[in-house]
DNA sequence: TTGAAAGCGCTAACAG
DNA sequence: CTGTTAGCGCTTTCAA
């Protein structure tokens, strides 16, 4: 690529200016002539000229990109922040780099790492573990504009933009119960997530509250994606004693439950009723139409951004949590269960 | 962010040597002694020291970033090829930004812009426009490396990955005239995108092959999303001789054509045949499933990489252009439309 | 084999 | 109101 190599010297001799002069007539800052400010404009302009972007970095030690980790673009609700985040932050004339950390821990730290040596602004992040996190931790010592969203990281200090988690899986898992189901499954993912252990916390707190004993074996683990859950799903329903409701801790999983359950032959809700965290377009078009816990995912990217906004242009105040309500959206994939 | 500030200069001190010896030692290049290079690389290490990028980029012109543009990162189709280049360029050391032009040329123009003035080093681009390019032809001539996706732009000497729009297009529509059908409805895109353009082509030549008139009516356009797709489909079907199949160009627009059938009260096949341009998870948990023309998608992220990787190498060829073949799959929600 | 020095393009003290 | 100058952190001649 060649440089183009339209350069503030460039201008600034083609307006007979210093480039100090050029620079204020530029960027509008200090005393300039106004008679001069528009022979440095026009000049400028005549020659296409544009900032280098990577020099004025260099000099303030801030390259005007946002960083965002997701655990991975692929999935609907981190690929809606995305969008959202990069519509807030391009009427701020920042970019936003996009580097998934694929829910590995080692992978998230070579790219926190990578990006700090990037000078990019700030970071709004998922992280991949609740507590194995120093490199986190280190990040937000150093200062580093940090908002973390959907997840939190143990003793970072640092604002965060939240779903009520536990009292989501707690609703969702007592509407089962509430339909008369005692052996419900719950397929979520590793607890290093912290989004897994809220869920999981939640359904236990509903059975608790309901008196139901907890079976671990009711209880399966995958990553989140659909090939994944559907190999998780197959496991937990091919028993003799099957349950006879699940409760899927994403969207990713709650499509692949979908389609194992069908593979196997359980119709829903006649054999197995279903409730998925988080909401997804298709819902509403299987059938029966799946009944869901929505978060307010429109809300996420935009405050997650207005944040880290805030925090770069140095506001110094306490770390700020905000945790939104979700949402049960009933549909028709919970039954009352046979008897049998 | 306060800079962690190990430089370079803090190495070269604690090692003894001069700045450039330690940069010597650090990027293995030139001579360096076999004691110097270890002290350097021992103190590197104790002050975990980092090689700033943007010095680096400012230096080189060049920053090891890759911008992609896609048209929407929601859609899935987008947000999978995003994730394949994030791998891709991730181990060759570089980060991806990304930059949705929302289908609007303007922003594309001014993206384009803004990322030329960050000095990254390459593009991976969808263009909102075939024909409205002058943006891009601009770059090219520049001679920045360009790769373009799924769809291309006139004139633009650069690398480009496809898939064969037309001949999908016209396969799919030649399966719904074999099942007898003959008032097939077209939902795409506007036509300043190109793969509107040949997903159109197609869907004329078919009918042309078949002797089948065209009639403009049964052509629909809307944006790419579920929600544009179900006002579209409505209008298409809410006519006294409607349609008895449709064909949607791509899987955002089938879900809503699906989403508004059903709204509707027209039941997939029965009704309405439907097949739909680009796969999709759910496409086999409706009922009926969904017949499609699918992508080979797993293959276009990972080979647009490495054809951008090529030109930053240096190398020097011809553009290359690499048309991939599309792939019916016949699920259920073709049949012969009754009679009336 | 190593060091000194220049310069990438920009901004901001400081002087005038 | 404008110019001079220094320097951000790095790489790379060129000379030693």
Same mark, same amino acid.
């Given at each position: ?11 600034? *001799?083609?307006a007979?200016?210093?480039? !100090?002069? *050029?620079?204020r ?8 002539g106004?008679?001069?400010a528009?022979r440095? @404009? ?7 000229? #544009? *900032?280098?972007r ?19 673009i692929? &999935?609907?609700?981190?690929?809606? $922040?995305?969008h959202d985040l990069?519509? %807030?932050? #391009?009427?701020?004339?920042h970019?936003l780099?996009i ?13 926190? %790492?990578?990006?700090r ?7 709004i ?5 609740a507590?194995d996190?120093?490199h @986190? ?19 970072v ?7 009520d988690?536990?009292g989501g899986a707690?609703?969702?898992v007592?509407?089962?119960?509430? &339909?008369g189901?005692?052996? @419900?499954?719950l397929?979520?993912?590793?607890? #290093?997530?912290?989004t ?8 236990r707190n509903?059975? +608790?509250?309901?008196?139901?004993e907890?079976?671990?074996t009711?209880?399966?683990v ?7 859950a559907?190999?998780?799903t197959?496991?937990?329903?091919s028993r ?12 990713l999983?709650? +499509? ?12 829903i ?7 998925g965290?988080?909401d ?9 139409? $799946? ?6 995912? !429109?809300?996420?990217g ?8 805030d ?11 905000? #945790?939104?309500p979700?949402?049960? $959206?009933?549909r ?9």
């Amino acid at each position: 690529m060649t440089r183009k190599g339209v350069t503030l010297k460039d201008v600034a *001799a083609a307006a007979n200016v210093s480039r !100090a002069t *050029a620079a204020r007539a530029l960027n509008s800052y200090g005393y300039v002539g106004d008679q001069t400010a528009l022979r440095v @404009i026009e000049a400028a302009d005549a020659l296409g000229y #544009r *900032a280098n972007r990577v020099a004025q970095a260099l000099r303030s030690g801030q390259l005007p990109i946002v960083g965002y980790l997701p655990g991975d673009i692929q &999935n609907p609700f981190f690929a809606r $922040i995305a969008h959202d985040l990069e519509v %807030e932050f #391009r009427k701020q004339g920042h970019n936003l780099l996009i580097a998934s950390s694929e829910e590995n821990v080692e992978q998230e730290r070579e790219l926190l %790492e990578s990006l700090r040596s990037l000078s990019v602004r700030g970071f709004i992040l998922a992280p991949t573990s609740a507590t194995d996190n120093q490199h @986190i931790l280190k990040l937000a010592r150093e200062g580093a504009p940090i908002v973390l969203i959907d997840r939190v990281s143990e003793n970072v200090r640092c604002d965060s933009v939240l779903v009520d988690n536990e009292g989501g899986a707690r609703e969702a898992v007592d509407y089962l119960v509430a &339909n008369g189901h005692r052996r @419900i499954a719950l397929l979520r993912d590793e607890s #290093r997530i912290f989004t897994a252990q809220e869920r999981l916390a939640g359904y236990r707190n509903s059975l +608790q509250a309901h008196g139901i004993e907890l079976d671990e074996t009711l209880i399966g683990v995958s990553r989140s994606t659909v090939e994944h859950a559907i190999e998780a799903t197959i496991r937990l329903f091919s028993r003799r004693d099957r349950p006879t409701a699940l409760f899927t801790v994403d969207s990713l999983m709650t +499509q692949g439950a979908l389609l194992a359950l069908r593979s196997m032959g359980l119709s829903i809700p006649q054999d197995v009723s279903l409730v998925g965290f988080d909401d997804f377009d298709l819902a509403t078009f299987t059938d029966p139409q $799946i009944t869901v816990m929505a978060q307010p995912i !429109a809300e996420i990217g935009p405050l997650a951004a207005q944040m880290l906004l805030d925090r770069l242009a140095g506001k110094k105040v306490a770390p700020r949590l905000t #945790r939104f309500p979700t949402r049960l $959206i009933v549909r028709g994939s919970v039954s009352h269960p046979k008897k049998r």
